[in-house]
């Protein structure tokens, strides 16, 4: 690769536009699924907090009812959960065909391509390329986790119709549990990487990323 093609600064097509805005809303809204669930939804916060106040109201509830409410009510708020989950598979898909037919280009490649061009650039260009590099690896990551999340996510939602055992499903979601701090640590870098290339020589990667860029 030319030392200039290590910038950040490209047209962005339409589709990829229109891809990146809503794939960034899938992931904030599953992140933010999660984090209804592991707080003001929490079945055990909330069970103690059923039983007491029908307690304080005079009457009786079991933990096991309290219990059972509280998950209830939890799982209406889930079910946006799986609903974000395969809108994000769909947009996993367009990604591909994206790449296939708009882009013509693989993440993973790219950032093979990028790292085997560093040695034969001019040593002050190699810092930019490096750096470049790494951000383009990344994102090869990101879709590579994003892939193992819906996969894992469709596996787990369909586990009964497809006969999973209970120690593979298991593993499944405990990876896929573990893998949302991923998503959480990709969406600050990323958010601080634009903040911080905006300032600094690449202004307008956001702006492109709305209207396209020259
Ligand atoms: C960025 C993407 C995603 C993140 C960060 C994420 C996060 C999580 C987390 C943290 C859990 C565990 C919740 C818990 O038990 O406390 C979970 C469970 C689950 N997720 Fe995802 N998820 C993502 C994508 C998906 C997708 C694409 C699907 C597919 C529809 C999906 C379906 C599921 C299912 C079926 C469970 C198991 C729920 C259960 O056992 O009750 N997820 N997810």
Known sequence: MKANNYSFKKNQPASMRWWHWLNALAILGLLGTVLLRKTFLSWRTNAVFIQSKVEEAGG?????????????????????????????????????LIGIFVVKKCPATHAVQSAKGIPA?????????????????????????????VLSGIALYFK???????????????????LMWFFVGFTAL?????????????????????????
């Open 160 to 178: 009964q119709e497809i006969g999973l055992s209970k120690d593979f499903s298991h593993l499944l979601k405990e990876v896929h549990e573990w």
């Open 60 to 96: 009786a509830v079991t933990t096991e009812a309290a219990q059972s409410i509280a998950k209830g009510l939890r799982d209406v708020m889930w079910q946006w959960h799986y609903w974000i989950g395969f809108a994000l598979a769909a947009l996993l898909v367009a990604r591909i």
């Open 190 to 214: 990323h958010i601080v990487g634009i903040f911080i290339a905006e300032n600094r020589g690449d202004k307008g990667l956001t702006s492109d990323m709305i209207n396209g860029g020259n």
């Open 121 to 149: 650039l001019p040593p002050e260009t190699r810092i930019t390329a490096v750096h470049y590099t790494l951000v383009k690896t990344g994102y090869a990551l990101f879709y590579l986790i994003t892939l193992y999340m």
